[in-house]
């Protein structure tokens, strides 16, 4: 009867010793960006990262990679791309918050890759971590590019309220010599001078400036009445009198457009093609 219960007993102490020992996983952490959440852990600093739960550490994988895709398709426009504020405020956002948790997740993939245990999924979570990184290392030249993108585009919507604004106020009155209302430079430094008789002079990077006279007006169409007979333009002053006045327009009153920053792209070290959002 004694040596049973010994038997019994060795059996169970087996049994005890061929259970899994599972180690609770490090505390978990989110990131929300464009839309998408993703958990992320410290998993480089767990113990026997081979004895954590698979299920665990591949959730925390594959919500980074959606994440992580639709932040880098959202903000793949480039330096010569169009930004909206949408995408402008995507990598303003990812500036801020995904720093900390690509550098836990890059640390943990690397953790796994040494620990040979059978982990999928690490290639493609890899790739895009690298690829968000290097998003992010661009994120200064691409804001500072797509900021002003978008100013100019806010600066030429306004503009031709501005111009008539001007026009109304100086060339309300007649005058016997020309009146020169408004000076704009575009983005490019492209200058105009405009005069209440339709002529101006323009002054391009690189070239002397050129006085330009008012445009004809169009022909009437063929078949139409025959319309009172138009004024003929009167007589202007010879070009060099309006490009003395514009010689002599403050700088400081021009209009000027804000200007792209150029920027030299960074080539990429492969040829890897941006992924597609999840």
Not at 120 to 135: D, I, P
Not at 154 to 172: F, L, S, Y
Not at 207 to 228: H, R, Y
Request: glycine share 6%; aromatic share 6%.
């Amino acid at each position: 009867m004694r040596a049973g219960v010994v038997v019994g007993v060795a059996v169970a102490v087996a049994a005890v010793g061929c259970v899994k020992r599972i180690i609770r996983p490090p505390a978990e952490a989110y990131v929300e960006l464009a839309g998408r959440k993703a958990s992320y852990r410290q998993w480089a600093k767990t113990e026997e990262l081979c004895l954590q739960d698979p299920a665990v550490f591949q959730g925390d994988l594959e919500s980074m990679n959606q994440l992580l895709a639709v932040f880098l398709e959202k903000t793949s426009a480039g330096l010569d791309g169009a930004w909206g504020d949408e995408q402008i405020g995507v990598l303003e956002d990812g500036q801020v918050l995904l720093p900390q948790p690509l550098a836990l997740e890059a640390a943990s993939i690397e953790a796994a890759e040494l620990s040979q245990c059978k982990w999928t999924g690490l290639q493609q979570a890899k790739e895009l971590n690298t690829m968000a990184k290097r998003r992010l290392e661009q994120a200064p030249d691409l804001l500072k590019v797509a900021r002003a993108r978008r100013a100019l585009a806010d600066w030429k919507a306004a503009h031709p309220a501005v111009e008539q604004q001007a026009r109304e106020q100086h060339c309300a009155a007649p005058a016997k010599q020309p009146v020169l209302f408004h000076a704009c430079e575009d983005e490019a430094s492209r200058l105009e001078w405009h005069f209440c008789d339709g002529s101006k002079v323009v002054a391009s990077p690189g070239n002397l400036p050129t006085w330009q006279q008012p445009q004809a007006p169009a022909p009437e169409p063929s078949g139409a009445k025959k319309a009172k007979a138009k004024k003929p333009l009167p007589k202007l002053p010879p070009p060099e009198v309006y490009l003395d006045l514009a010689s002599k327009y403050p700088a400081g009153d021009v209009v000027r457009a804000p200007k792209i920053p150029k920027i030299v792209p960074v080539k990429k070290d492969d040829g890897a093609e941006e992924p597609e959002a999840i």
